[in-house]
């Protein structure tokens, strides 16, 4: 079956834009997640999405970082002002539940100039 | 606290040989710990998991051990092969939280 999908899977922005990455998690996986990839790392935790709710949103950097899952399938993250650090890969995943295995999509590589 | 310490951060082995990466972590209340694969340009690939309710599991060629009392878990790749290079990372998820809280990566080679 179908995978987690991400779009765009690159995207080059200037400094002090506002991007939005779109998320498309598995079908009928009501768990869905939001990672952050810097080069040479481990995924850090951003936000969980429970249905349309985000119930836990301990990893979001600033206040420039806001996602939505407003029907409770398609997320999208939105970065407002981007700054060079924000440069990195982000991945989604989604799980059948919320403890459930995760599954990854293929990420959005952003780089912020 | 939530660090999970990864080792080795690279690891080079012959075609055919074993191959295995150690976790260890700290909080107690972690019950959940899958490996994941990535290879250039993709996302994490879930190989394998174990709960902490048992100590050891086997998926034909890969093998994860827990040691609850000494807080570690290890990735055991027998029979190596080419396709199996690629960089593994470790997790771990708390008792009652969503979040995993990944280890900083294992870059694994294996030689022809």
New interface residues.
């Given amino acids: 079956g179908a995978g ?1 999908s991400q779009t765009p899977s690159n995207k080059v922005t200037e400094k002090g834009k506002y991007v939005e990455l779109r998320c498309d998690p598995i079908s009928g996986h009501t ?1 869905l ?1 939001w ?1 952050r990839q810097s080069l ?6 951003l936000i ?1 999405f ?1 249905g349309t709710g985000a ?2 949103d ?2 979001l950097p600033n206040d420039r970082f806001f996602a939505v899952r407003p029907e409770g399938s398609v997320s999208t993250l939105k970065i407002q002002r981007t700054e060079r650090g924000d440069s990195a890969v982000y ?1 989604c995943a989604s799980s059948l539940s ?2 459930g ?7 959005t590589r952003l780089t912020v100039t | 606290g939530e660090n999970v310490e990864q080792h080795p951060s690279t690891l080079s082995v012959q075609e055919g040989d074993s191959a295995v990466i150690k976790c260890t972590y700290s909080d107690s209340a972690s019950n959940y710990f899958p490996w994941y694969k990535q290879e250039l340009g993709k996302g994490p690939q879930l190989i394998i998991d174990i709960r902490s309710n048992v100590g050891e599991k086997k998926d034909q060629r890969i093998a994860v051990t827990l040691n609850k009392t000494a807080k570690h878990f290890s990735l055991h790749i027998t029979e190596t092969q080419p396709e199996d290079s690629a960089v593994y990372f470790c997790a771990q998820q708390k008792q009652g939280a969503q979040k995993l809280v990944f280890g900083q990566g294992t870059r694994l080679t294996i030689n022809p």
């Fill in positions: 987690v768990a997640y990672y040479g790392q481990g995924p850090e935790f969980y429970q119930a836990d301990s990893g991945l919320n403890t295995e995760q599954y990854f999509g293929p990420g």
